[in-house]
């Protein structure tokens, strides 16, 4: 039973505009979410993170936004360029996990910025 | 700094056959890790390091063994490969295991055949 749950494969998106990636999850007793980014032949980098006390974190070009009434949070880039190109991991954390660094992750959605 | 490091890249094995997955880190980490990325399923915790001699069990720990005598490093046994083993093996780090940034290794690609 996949508890974090990545819907869309794939996304493309052309140079400058948004990027939207989504994710939901199942566990109410999650309480951390953090996104990761991949290249290939590489391992995930840390992107961004949100506690379940907050609705919005925002770095620079990337936004994620919490909805906890829905389980579901929302990778936001702008503006999208080609670099962006990787798969992107959204992970949770909870006590149903073990806490900490013990994440669930999802399955991933391919982003391709197109020039 | 090398940071995450992990050997071999590549690995093919017969059933049955046992193996060492090497993991160091240079960066004095207490929390290591290992996880799995199989298709259609994301990266799933195998087990897991708060500081050396301590080991727990992740989510998938079955056919999997580990240790940790040092803070550098993490290696990941396994003692009977089996054809369900293959996947993408990723080993991660942070100072602590509540510390948001987790360093991944490269990845070890491994076929067992």
């Known amino acids: 039973d996949q508890q974090v749950k990545q819907n869309s494969p794939s996304l493309s998106v052309q140079e400058g505009r948004i990027s939207i990636l989504n994710c939901d999850y199942t566990n109410s007793m999650f309480d951390y979410f953090l996104w990761y980014k991949k290249y290939p032949a590489e391992g995930p980098t840390f992107l961004i993170s949100i506690s379940s006390i907050k609705d919005k974190n925002e770095d620079g070009r990337f936004t994620v936004f919490l909805n906890k009434s829905a389980k579901h949070l929302s990778l936001h880039i702008v503006p999208s360029q080609p670099g962006d190109s990787a798969v992107y991991f959204c992970a949770a954390s909870g006590m149903v996990t073990g806490g900490g660094n013990k994440l669930t992750f999802g399955t991933g959605t391919q982003l391709k910025v197109e020039l | 700094n090398a940071g995450v490091t992990q050997t071999p890249k590549f690995q093919v094995l017969k059933t049955g056959q046992s193996m060492t997955l090497q993991c160091a880190q240079d960066?004095?980490?207490?929390?290591m890790s290992w996880y799995r990325q199989d298709p259609g399923m994301g990266l799933r915790l195998i087990h897991y390091s708060v500081g050396a001699g301590i080991t727990d069990q992740g989510e998938v720990p079955n056919g999997y063994n580990v240790s940790r005598s040092t803070t550098e490093d993490f290696p990941l046994r396994l003692l009977s490969a089996a054809p369900s083993q293959t996947s993408v093996y990723f080993c991660?780090?942070?100072?602590?295991?509540?510390?948001?940034?987790?360093?991944f290794g490269p990845g070890t690609r491994l076929t067992v055949l």
């Open positions: 991660a780090s942070s100072y602590t295991e509540y510390t948001d940034t987790q360093y």
């Open positions: 960066m004095n980490h207490e929390y």
